[in-house]
């Protein structure tokens, strides 16, 4: 089992950038696919990028491809998400989650485990 804690959150202007945290527990962090995912008022907890549990391959959704870049550092047991160019329909609670599998998936049912998610609010 794996419990995560996101931060990183804040308010920023239109263009700016932002980095969120994802820290795990345990010793097995590496045997997990890191997802992050975000949720914005009204509408469904969607999918925004994925890292494989050694880092080489990622995913990403188009609306955040070539701004956005997910990273981790397995000593640290954290993944990050390099928020860049930042709109204000990025504006959401992002969550990051964890699956034990080691292929990746965009489906939200496909992980395991998710953080409690921090906001993120990009004023126009």
């Known amino acids: 089992q794996v419990q995560l804690v996101e931060s990183g959150g804040g308010l920023v202007q239109t263009g700016g950038s932002l980095r969120l945290s994802c820290a795990a527990s345990g010793r097995t962090f590496n045997s997990y696919t890191m997802g992050w995912f975000r949720q914005a008022p009204g509408k469904e907890r969607e999918f925004v990028a994925a890292i494989s549990r050694a880092g080489i391959s990622t995913a990403y959704s188009d609306s955040v491809k070539g701004r956005f870049t997910n990273s981790r550092d397995n000593a640290k047991n954290t993944v990050y998400l390099q928020m860049n160019s930042l709109k204000p329909e990025d504006t959401a609670v992002y969550y990051c989650?964890?699956?034990?599998?080691?292929?990746?998936?965009?489906?939200?049912?496909?992980?395991?485990?998710w953080g409690q998610g921090t906001q993120v609010t990009v004023s126009s």
């Open positions: 989650a964890a699956r034990g599998s080691a292929y990746i998936t965009r489906a939200r049912d496909g992980y395991e485990y």
